[in-house]
């Protein structure tokens, strides 16, 4: 029987995803790692051991498939990554009511259905749950105004990962994680670290935060950050 450990990443076809799949390999873990378009799956794919599934996590047909699909396995690790930007212009009246709908879909309440689906699938006792979440969700940081509507899905994604960790029966450790401002499609290229460097941080983090339990707000240095 293999001692790998396990993981399933969701949202794996590009920046923070893509890297922590690759972070993962490296240490030996065993991946599950899911695309929405399977013909943009190649950089997933040149990685190499990775079972790679499709979805869209706005589906709620696709997210009972897959885990119909991925019943029989357990995971150490399920890391939701996926997330989106929302519209170009986030000052309130702008932005129309389609876009803030799938921005906070999305970004907020996608992923705790996700979990929902899996969460009696991760390891008893030393399993994790991870979020990604961003410092711009923290309401305390007047930070980025320009991006209100993205800052505020992640506030609410941390209000629901907040409810539903309260109405958890099991015993989980669950992170709230932000990845610095890193050079992806969605950081830009004058972001201040690179994929590899977040994401071997956040790993460091995960490993560190197994078996402790509790719903912890960090960053990939494992620096507390307020709700
Ligand atoms: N980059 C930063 O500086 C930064 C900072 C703080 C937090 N974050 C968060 O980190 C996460 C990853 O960001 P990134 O910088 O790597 O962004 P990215 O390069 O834009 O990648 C976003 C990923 O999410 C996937 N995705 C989007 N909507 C999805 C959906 N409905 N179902 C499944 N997958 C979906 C995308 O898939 P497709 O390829 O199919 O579009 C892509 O793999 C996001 O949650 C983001 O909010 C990023």
């Known amino acids: 029987?293999?001692?790998?450990k396990t993981a399933l990443i969701i949202g794996a076809s590009r920046g923070l995803g893509l890297g922590l799949v690759q972070r993962l390999l490296e240490d030996g873990w065993q991946v599950t790692a899911t695309v929405r378009n399977p013909h943009k799956a190649e950089a997933l794919q040149?990685?190499?051991?990775?079972?790679?599934?499709?979805?869209?996590?706005?589906?709620?047909q696709a997210v009972i498939a897959l885990s119909q699909k991925l019943k029989d396995q357990v995971f150490d690790l399920l890391f939701v990554n996926a997330g989106v930007k929302g519209p170009d212009n986030q000052l309130p009246g702008h932005a129309t009511q389609a876009e803030v709908g799938q921005l906070f879909f999305t970004n907020a309440v996608a992923?705790?259905?996700?979990?929902?689906?899996?969460?009696?699938?991760?390891?008893?006792?030393?399993?994790v749950l991870?979020?990604?979440?961003?410092?711009?969700g923290s309401v305390t940081i007047p930070d980025a105004p320009e991006m209100a509507l993205y800052k505020a899905s992640k506030a609410a994604l941390n209000s629901m990962t907040n409810s539903f960790v309260t109405q958890l029966e099991q015993q989980l450790t669950v992170l709230?994680?932000?990845?610095?401002?890193?050079?992806?499609?969605?950081?830009?290229e004058n972001?201040?670290?690179d994929?590899?460097?977040?994401?071997?941080?956040?790993?460091a983090q995960i490993n560190a935060y197994a078996g402790k339990g509790g719903h912890h707000f960090i960053n990939y240095k494992g620096e507390t950050?307020?709700?």
Do not use: C, Y
């Open 1 to 4: 029987m293999s001692t790998a």
């Open 46 to 60: 040149a990685l190499g051991n990775v079972q790679i599934e499709q979805l869209d996590m706005d589906d709620q």
């Open 111 to 127: 992923p705790i259905n996700l979990a929902q689906r899996f969460v009696g699938q991760i390891r008893k006792d030393s399993g």
């Open 130 to 136: 991870a979020f990604m979440s961003s410092v711009l």
């Open 176 to 188: 709230s994680l932000h990845p610095g401002w890193v050079k992806t499609d969605m950081g830009g």
């Open 191 to 193: 972001a201040e670290i």
């Open 195 to 203: 994929v590899p460097t977040s994401t071997h941080g956040l790993i």
């Open 225 to 227: 950050i307020p709700w």
